[in-house]
């Protein structure tokens, strides 16, 4: 937006409620996504605590049945309640947690202990966030310049950009996920099908692994990235469609503007919902790809996640779910503060002028 | 007054289609018992075995058939919950207004904000085993708000219509006065909610169950295609494992959310771009009209 | 000064002399609908238009013609203008420049005519540089500051976007967008409609300060309010079914409709006056046709307690081009006082 600060005497008389408002309208807001967090937190520490029989029990079963004497399960037993604290009253128990939870330790795994859960997390965040992040954008920018178009120019290759856009991006992201892998690592074997860098090679920083990663990359980025033009597309289209039925539009061209400075009108009022949009699909960079993780064997988020779910892993699975919830919470209320100060409608809106 | 486009017709078919092959399939086709080991592993599909085999010799048209069933029993059973819970909570809290719309839109709000996925995983993993029915409940218990939310807005703007203080004035109680005169005026739009439930519904029940946390002991599209990627099916070639059940989601997700759109277009004709009028009076013509006829 | 009828025994070949506006042969639809039916009008320097006409009638569509902002579904089949010796033919695209600068639209509802996400500022900014090129920001934004001093309304508007200003401001603020440039010609589009009174009139006599100073050459005032009309419009032509069927003086067609039409449209409004409060408020039976396939001859004929058989045929423009009726009855009748009410 190009607002100049140098307008005539009376504008900062018309910012100056806004301002108090803005700050009201940030408090409420910081309030509600504090309860979510809180009610995330809360689920992610009551849920495996419901399973029948407590999870350290369910490993302890597990691991006997697998041949360890009785005195060393035992011990393990002792040593696992007392980390997760089952032996304290409930509310001291998540009180516990919380503690936990602020100094980033989020236990230990069952199946790869004594590894961190943290740790392991750690190693495969950065997958997930490389191959998500760029296809997010770039499906942004791309579907966004298709929908604009498409809505501008209208006929034929409006309908064909928006039937095709609607198919991939209704199409459930993981199935296209398969087809891709098997047209073109299986049918065609033009790319490596599995993992994120060939068996036998170990992450370090060197031209032969970032080469060899970028080729595992190709695939589940394509399958990601397809799905984002089309959704972007199709939202980008409606959007501009329905702006350019609207009065002002009219009425820019009753007052002669040029068709550029009208088009200009319309993608600012249309890029709004697109930009959050986007905002909240960086929320989803942690939990977004899950299944095409697992599809190709992505060593990411959502292999791990597999991984311990299929291996009853509970400290695992509820430390990776409230990453997910916090990424989208952080997400969501980063993009209805920028919303906040962007919009002059909906800063309106929370001071009850409509 | 409402002029079905083609796209409409395509979508609806494409569904019914789906419905019936899920509804009436193994009624009609009876070569199979589900569960029944009738070759070996990625058996070629074959004269008795129209899809081949899956990874432990079961036929995969049975399981298709079957889990067609199981997938559209859970979208729909979800879409059905989550539906009526929207439409309770959102006609309450648009309705009566004040303190009840504050707390039932708080409640609302904060469970829209934490990702569904996430109390998806945490409660499948905490029933332990879950039956086809349960996991239906659970994935409409964790999808109403959005619904709710936008029936909210929807009841809150035909609250201020006259035609209610005419209702309210002839001495009608709450309820009636929700069933009778607010419900049936948002029926187009929950209409498209519902189509919407289902098909996010179905799409989740297979997302979760592709994670390991489908339904337990049945077959479903979700735990087709779970199998199909356990045993290896993708990159050994067996394509009649996971194509099926690949294209079969693709086909109902894609004709539901055609389906909602033009319905969609059929109600809101702002969308629609390529308007002919026929009549003078089009029961609800473009804005530009609009302006001419409101002169 | 004068409103040419359909008919062509009224319309002399030099009627565009002297005159602001001449408008011929306007034709418009949508579809099959021709919603402006060959009208003619003209507008004088220094005079306020006013059109008259229940809903549907085309005024509105008459409004898009004029100010050039017609587009699909609806089509400008034909007619030209002549505007302060400029001629245009509707029949092509009309240049953008025209648009603003010698035509403008006064919008009706100033609600969502403004972008909501642009400062009025911005917008004036892009108005000016639409017309007359690259020019500096602060030379625009100086030029809308200097208008709105001219005008007695607030600076601070500037600034503002378009959700901070009231209903009366905005529509205020939007008339000074559409008259920045000076424009010849104003078409205000039912600019009252979604005003209360008091700042209804606040905006009749912004218009008509605007006339006055001759920032605008004329205005055509489009509504179907008819006490509005009364008070801003020096002259009115009233509507039916996509026709001209009564022009004149304000005062005289007030005070002496030839048209029953006219007669019948001052009948249904509310006149808090003395000597007619105890008049019955009569409606106009029926509705308008439809225009798809309108009725031969009057179109008024349908729903007209004076119609003869003689009105199946086209009526003549009866008067002279300053004041005129097209009516079989009113050509029979000279003489013969039209009741208010049918």
């Known amino acids: 937006m190009a607002l100049t600060a140098d307008l005539t005497a009376g504008t900062a008389e018309a910012e100056a409620p806004a301002r108090s408002g803005l700050l009201r309208y940030l408090g409420r807001k910081a309030a509600w996504y504090l309860g979510a967090l809180l009610v995330a937190v809360l689920l992610n520490f009551l849920l495996p605590r419901l399973i029948p029989g407590n999870p350290v029990d369910a490993i302890v079963a597990g691991l006997g049945r697998g041949g360890v004497e009785g005195s060393q399960l035992h011990a393990i037993h002792a040593h696992y309640v007392h980390e997760f604290g089952l032996d304290k009253p409930l509310w001291q128990q998540f009180l516990v947690h919380l ?37 997010i954008l770039i499906g942004w920018l791309v579907g966004n310049g298709l929908g604009a178009v498409a809505a501008y120019r209208g006929g034929w290759f409006d309908r064909g950009a928006f039937l ?23 049918a065609v074997p033009v790319l490596p099908p599995t993992g994120g860098y060939s068996f036998g090679n170990s992450p370090e920083l060197s031209a032969d692994f970032v080469l060899d990663a970028l080729t595992h990359y190709w695939l589940p980025f394509l399958s990601l990235v397809l799905v984002f033009v089309g959704g972007q597309a199709v939202g980008m289209r409606s959007m501009a469609v329905y ?46 790809a899950l299944i095409t993780e697992i599809v190709f064997s992505y060593p990411g988020v959502g292999t791990l996640l597999f991984t311990a779910i299929s291996q009853n892993d509970y400290p695992v699975v509820a430390g990776l ?24 409608r909906i800063r309106a809106a929370s001071r009850g002028e409509r | 007054m409402t002029r079905l486009t083609p796209r409409f017709h395509v979508a609806a078919g494409i569904v019914a289609a789906v419905l019936l092959f899920g509804l009436l399939g193994p009624l009609v086709f009876r070569g199979h018992a589900l569960g029944a080991v009738v070759g070996g592993l990625y058996d070629h599909p074959s004269g008795s075995a129209w899809l081949g085999t899956d990874n432990i010799g079961h036929d995969v048209f049975t399981n298709l058939m079957y889990g067609t069933r199981t997938s559209l029993t859970i979208g729909l059973v979800a879409g059905l919950f989550a539906t009526l819970i929207g439409v309770v909570v959102g006609t309450l809290a648009g ?139 993708v990159r050994t070639g067996a394509w009649w494992a996971f194509v099926p059940p690949t294209v079969l989601l693709t086909l109902l997700a894609f004709a539901l959310l055609m389906l909602q759109s033009s319905l969609d277009e059929v109600f809101n004709p702002r969308l629609r771009r390529f308007v002919r009028r026929r009549r003078t009076t089009v029961a609800a013509p473009p804005p530009a009209v609009r302006k001419a006829e409101a002169a | 000064m004068s409103t040419e009828g359909p008919a062509t025994d009224l319309a ?100 969502n005519a403004l972008s909501a996400t642009a400062r009025v500022g911005d917008m004036a900014v892009d108005v000016v540089r639409a017309h007359r090129g690259r020019v500096p920001r602060s030379v625009a934004l100086d030029l809308l500051a200097d208008r709105l001093d001219a005008l007695d309304l607030p600076r601070r508007v500037i600034g503002a976007y378009p959700h901070q200003l009231s209903g009366g401001m905005r529509q205020r603020v939007v008339t000074v967008l559409s008259t920045l440039l000076d424009p010849r010609l104003l078409i205000a589009d039912e600019p009252t409609s979604a005003l209360d009174v008091s700042t ?69 409004v509310l006149v808090p006056e003395p000597q007619v409060r105890r008049r019955r408020i009569g409606g106009i039976r029926g509705a308008p046709p439809d225009l798809a396939d309108p009725p031969a001859g009057c179109r008024f004929r349908p729903r007209c307690s004076l119609a003869t058989d003689a009105c199946t045929d086209d009526p003549p423009a009866v008067g002279d081009p300053d004041r005129y009726a097209t009516c079989w009855w009113t050509r029979d009748h000279p003489d013969e006082r039209l009741e208010p009410s049918l």
């Open chain 1, 99 to 135: 503690g936990h939870l602020v100094h980033g330790d989020l236990g230990t795994s069952f199946a790869q202990s004594p590894a961190s859960v943290s740790g392991l997390i750690a190693q495969a965040l950065p997958w997930s966030i490389a191959l998500q992040l760029p296809a």
């Open chain 1, 164 to 186: 095709g856009s609607l198919f991939t991006s209704s199409m459930p992201y993981y199935c296209l996920a398969i087809l891709l892998l098997y047209l073109l690592a299986v």
């Open chain 1, 243 to 288: 702006e350019l039925g609207s009065d002002y539009v009219n009425y820019g061209r009753g007052l002669g503007l040029r068709d550029r400075t009208i088009v200009r009108y319309i993608f600012r009022n249309a890029m709004l919902p697109q930009v959050t949009g986007l905002a909240l699909s960086i929320g989803t960079l942690v939990g977004g």
């Open chain 1, 321 to 344: 779910t409230l990453l997910i919830a916090v990424a989208v919470l952080v997400a969501n209320f980063c993009v209805e503060i920028a919303y906040g100060i962007i919009d002059p």
């Open chain 2, 95 to 233: 309705y009566r207004g004040g303190a009840v719309e504050e707390a039932l839109m708080g409640v609302t709000n904060v469970i829209l904000a934490i990702p569904s996925i996430v109390v998806l995983i945490l409660i499948s993993i905490a029933l332990g085993t879950r039956s086809t029915l349960a996991m239906a409940v659970v994935l409409g218990v964790t999808s109403w708000p959005w619904t709710a939310r936008a029936v909210r807005a929807q009841a809150a703007s035909v609250r201020t219509r006259e035609h209610l203080d005419v209702a309210r004035l002839s001495g009608a109680g709450t309820f009636s006065l929700i069933c009778y005169d607010v419900v049936p005026y948002m029926l187009s739009y929950l209409c498209m909610a519902f189509v919407l439930q289902v098909s996010s519904a179905v799409l989740n029940e297979a997302a979760l169950s592709m994670l390991g946390l489908g339904p337990s002991g049945g077959v479903s599209l979700g735990i087709m295609l779970h199998w199909a990627l356990a045993w290896e099916s």
């Open chain 3, 12 to 111: 002399p070949a030099d009627a565009a002399a002297g005159q602001l506006l001449t408008a011929r042969g306007l034709r418009a639809a949508y579809g099959p609908t021709v919603a402006v039916d060959d009208v003619a009008l003209t507008v004088g320097t220094g005079e306020v238009l006013g059109i008259a006409g229940e809903s549907g009638c085309g005024k509105s569509t008459l409004a898009a013609v004029l100010s050039l902002t017609a587009r699909p579904p609806l089509t400008v089949l034909g007619g030209d203008l002549t505007v302060d010796g400029q001629h245009l033919d509707l029949a092509g695209r009309p240049p953008r420049t025209w648009r603003g600068g010698v035509v403008s639209l006064l919008p009706q509802g100033a609600m």
């Open chain 3, 200 to 268: 209804q009139r606040a905006l009749v006599e912004l218009l008509r300060e605007l006339v006055g100073r001759g920032l605008v050459g004329g205005i055509v005032f489009v509504t179907h309010d008819l006490p509005v009309l009364r008070a801003v419009a020096d002259r009115i032509a009233v509507m039916y079914a996509g026709r001209i069927v009564e022009t004149g003086p304000t005062a005289a067609l007030v005070d002496d409709p030839r048209h029953p039409y006219t007669a019948a449209l001052l009948s249904s």
